[in-house]
């Protein structure tokens, strides 16, 4: 972008000539010199920052002038050059080490919602189905890339796309040569939020490993005691929300041998393909020590069997559909629609399924579908045979097919979908070493083969007898229950509609996995059962490992993955990967927003190489259908359409048609990046100043909505995103110094920049005219602190010429106590809370004079009709026009700013403490230690209710621990 190219370094030469010609004559002019000199003094500055000395020496010699208008203005550069020196010193002083605070806290932290399964089709990491460019051949790896591939997996939830990633590297592995074979090492990074999807994760990958170990090949892992336990362990802990005694005894032990009565070092040395932090593996023992001991490790106590699977409502499908949108109100017009709209989509399928047959006698056959057919009708099977068994595949299960599964079904024995739907429980396998099991577990299997063997008539009596048994014996897996949430709920979980007999073959056993696998399954296997295949799938998982053991290193990274960018130096040390080839990262910007995505987590994709264009990958899963289009999607937090935010950042998306439907949209990394740039200097401007009011006064929207737009930046994140503009981008330092002088000289902001007042933010142009005024007052507190720290901790290269309104004092972390708050969810939140606990709303404000503005002064929907938005999603996406009642005190914030008070985001809270923690410079803190402190949320804008606390009240952290 040639307006915004960077001159300064020529002004400053052409400055010294100048001086220098200046200086040479016997009578110099003055006000050329002070031009001059200013000028001078002004590029150094701006250029550098660090040139101290000649900048202070120019400056001095420009006050000895004493020219009327360029003197006062060295006396300014000369303070703003003491208060850099400054600064920089009380960076020091902090006992806390600085840590931005990107997002905004939820109401509920640090409790997070625990889905015990994923959401999506697994898929592999060195795969991109319909994009080559990103698909990743170790065969065409050099070897420097061979040996250093890494992989990231932000929200890795069940793991199944790591499995995938690893049957994938270890089928291609195999046809590698030795030379290379001897090379090649994988390392991918398992990060998840919740410790309690990690203690499963590492429970079953050293469950699966062990069972590969024990069982060179699957009919072992069938016929011998100790594999064929450890699968069904495996296969009651990933799906069974009841498992009978001996699988739960047998976890127990399990978990005991190698966790829990183990140290991290024996562990770290019994298993080397895994690595687990000293922070992460006392999360997982945490997690682990419960279930261990349900009795004292859960708060409220686990329901009972009986309870827990009555509470499972596992989805039938289109009739479930239906009933659930009668139940919202409905009438016949609008569910006749819906049947219309779903028969449509039956006729496409029935004409895709014609045209699918049809075309496998004339499409050209890939590799991986000779692999795929071969493996089920055998090696020497003609081009003939193999597309009469891939237009069987498709003709044999014609209702299927395209819906509900399709093919994949065949996995599952429809007696085990029936015994499922009966009894909310998994039916044990079929083929079990009998005559190893001990007497007391016999009673317990000895019925599976006989009940697969019944005549239909006389089943439904024998599900009814096993039913009890399973009532009165079973015990409930705790491992399906985080005992941190479920203490924060009180006990009182939600329905769960998880159908996992229908939902594993569909996500797990995939066309694009299964042909990887060591040994995959059969459709045409007569004797496939959901247990044979569940516990098939885990065996090649351990097989894989065992193969892989020392090519293969996972590492298990509890916490946010916003923070994985700051511990590079602690990743460094260990030999842990601090760039990475590939990262997905499921829907993970449904909570954190794209900007955050691009701020803190694209910085940790590796540079482009010979083989491999680095790239991320993500989707949209909550509110998907009120995104009219991708572009909407990004703009809620970049405020910039997808293309240009991919220029900004140095990305673009690979992906054809990008939709917020799709499973994952790829941006990949591109060479040369932050060039051209297709923005000028005004739209710039433009841009970043409609992204800092996005971030500080983000729309009205209704707390209690479960269809809404979220808004987690904070003030932070817009800092992060000036400092990349600066020193990644490459935007002159005077031009980001000129946006932070525009937001903090003046109370009122004029901008062509628009504020958006509703939700979600429809996209707008950069090249709007009409120059608008904001009163912003009530927000400039927070951004004089802030970057006042920024400035302190060198993580910003600005230098604001307006240094006189930033805080001059070191910065503390603060902890604010409150209390009067419950912290387990009741029913009362909803009145005074609001519904919607876990979005990124939080922050706080300061009054000199308490005035409230309560839930009841907030945003709210009250009369949208849940029913009618869900019609318009399927319509085509969108929220429907809705009357919605807007909140007083964001409009007070808007027309009185700082008389009403001063606006907060970047704080962080924990609601089973009830403490608020928050970064503040010692003269701001002093300045407003009598304000009354209350907490507010940004969605419906209003103040949470809790003690009386005035900012004095809050103490500062005195160390890290």
Known sequence: MSTVGSSIESAVNDAKECICLIDATNDPPKPLLCKNLWRLARGLHYHTGDKYEEIRSTLERLQ?????????????????????????????????????????????????EYYNFGHDESESLLRHEMIESQSIHLKDLTDQELSSLSFLFGGVGDARHVMATMFDAHHQYLTLPSSKQAKFRLHMTLNDISAQLLAKDALVLVLAHE?????????????????????????????????????????????????????????????????????????????????????NGYSPPLPSVQRTLANLKPSEGMDDTMSEISSMGANSDV?????????????????????????????????????????????????????????????????????????????????????????????????????????????????????????????????????????????????????????????????????????????????????????????????NTLAKNVILYYWNVGKTLNDLSDKVHLELALGSILALGGETADRDSLGLPTRYHRISLSNIPDYVGMLSVFCMIAPLLATKSASITPSFRSNCLLNTGIWKTFDDYVFSTVALGYKETGAIFGFKVVDEDPSTWSPFVTWERVNGHYNGLPLTHEQLRTWLHRLYLTIILPPDRDPDSQIREDRASSVDLFLITLSICLKDIGLPSHFISSILEDLLKSKTLVTKAYLCNVSPAPIASLDNSIKKKYNISAFQAELENQTAIFLQNN????????????????????????????????????????????????????????????????????NANPMAMMMS?????????????????????????????????????????????????????????????????????????????????????????
């Open 211 to 295: 069972m590969g170990r024990l069982a060179k090949d699957f009919e072992t892992a069938r016929e011998e005691r100790e594999p064929f336990f450890l699968g069904t362990v495996i296969m009651y802990v990933t799906l069974g929300h009841a498992m009978p005694p001996c699988i739960y005894e047998k976890m127990v032990k399990c978990i005991k041998l190698w966790f829990t009565e183990n140290t991290r070092d024996h562990f770290l040395t019994t298993f080397p393909w895994m690595y687990i932090s000293d922070r992460t593996w006392k999360g997982i023992l945490a997690r682990m020590n419960a279930w261990l001991d349900p009795k």
């Open 795 to 862: 993580m910003i290269g600005v230098h604001v010429l307006i240094t006189k309104t930033l805080p001059s004092g070191s910065a503390n972390l603060y902890e604010m106590k409150l209390g009067d708050i419950s912290p387990h969810y009741e029913d009362h939140w909803v009145w005074d809370f609001g519904r919607q606990t876990g979005c990124g709303v939080l922050g706080f404000m300061l009054q000199k004079q308490l005035t409230k503005y309560d839930i009841s002064s907030g945003a709210s929907d009250g």
């Open 64 to 112: 000895g002038l004493e020219d009327e208008s360029f003197s006062p203005k060295a006396t300014n550069m000369l303070e703003q050059l003491m208060y850099y020196a400054t600064s920089q010193n009380n960076g020091k002083k902090s006992k806390v080490n600085f840590e931005p605070i990107p997002i905004r806290s939820s109401f509920q932290d640090p409790y997070c």
């Open 873 to 961: 999603m399927m319509g085509g996406g969108g929220m429907p026009e809705r009357k919605l009642k807007h909140s007083k005190l964001r409009k007070a914030l808007l027309d009185s700013g700082d008389a009403v008070g001063h606006v907060f985001s970047c704080m962080k809270w924990n609601l089973e403490t009830q403490t608020a923690s928050f970064w503040m410079c010692e003269d701001m803190f002093e300045k407003f230690k009598n304000y009354a402190f209350t907490l507010i949320r940004t969605d419906g804008w209003f103040q949470m209710p809790h003690s009386h606390v005035i900012l004095a009240d809050a103490t500062p952290v005195q160390s890290k621990n």
């Open 335 to 527: 569910l006749a629609n819906v049947r219309n709209h779903v028969a449509a989509g039956e006729e496409k399928n029935q004409k895709q399924r014609l045209e699918a047959i049809e075309m496998a006698h004339t499409m050209e056959l890939t590799p991986d579908m000779i692999e795929m057919a071969k493996s089920s009708i055998g090696e020497d099977a003609t081009e003939g045979q193999i597309r009469d068994f891939l237009a069987d595949m498709m003709r044999g299960v014609p209702d299927e097919m395209f819906s509900d599964g399709g093919i994949r079904q065949v996995y599952v024995h429809p007696f085990e979908k029936q015994f499922y739907k009966a009894t909310h429980a998994l039916f044990p396998p079929t083929k079990t070493p009998v005559h190893e099991l001990d007497v007391e577990v016999l009673p317990l299997f000895q019925m599976a083969p006989t009940m697969f063997e019944m005549a239909p008539a006389n089943r439904d009596d024998a599900i009814k007898h096993y039913r009890q048994v399973i009532l009165k014996k079973w015990i409930v897996n705790p491992v399906q229950t985080d005992p941190h949430y479920f203490s924060f709920l009180d006990g009182n979980a939600p329905p769960n509609a998880t159908n996992h007999v229908k939902e594993f073959p569909l996500y797990f056993l995939s066309d694009l996995v299964t042909p990887h696998m060591p040994q995959p399954p059969s459709y045409k296997d007569s004797e």
